[in-house]
């Protein structure tokens, strides 16, 4: 026969087994409800026929040296989709130059690269 401390010994275990379910449960619900919740806030942007845009920024695309004059070259710039104007394209190359110059400058021990 099974005494009174056993018995409650074992609807511990059988309460703390079914408060773990509970839980497990509980937890499973808000993980599930908060991804639903979150992947409407990651949406890509839509023309308004519905079709995916992307959108290109400018990109500097590579350089050309004058073999006469080495230290004067011309720099080959992408516009990208982006609807400028000529005010505006002309900050944004200056400052992807200036980006490029600046990382020559910096030492090579300086750099970081991930392999």
């Known amino acids: ?45 839509t023309d ?12 500097l695309r590579g350089m050309i040296v004058h073999p006469e004059d080495p230290l004067a070259f011309d720099f080959v710039l992408d516009e990208g989709d982006s609807a400028m104007n000529e005010v505006d394209m002309t900050a944004e190359s200056a400052k992807l130059i200036k980006y490029f110059l600046t990382s020559l400058t910096l030492p090579e021990d300086d750099l970081w690269v991930t392999h």
């Open 1 to 45: 026969m099974l005494y009174f401390k056993e018995v409650l010994l074992i609807l511990n275990i059988i309460m703390n087994r079914v408060l773990f379910k509970i839980l497990a449960g509980v937890m499973c619900f808000a993980v599930t409800v908060i991804t639903v919740v979150s992947v409407g806030y990651a949406e890509p942007q």
């Open 48 to 59: 308004p026929r519905g079709v995916f845009t992307v959108s290109v920024p400018p990109v």
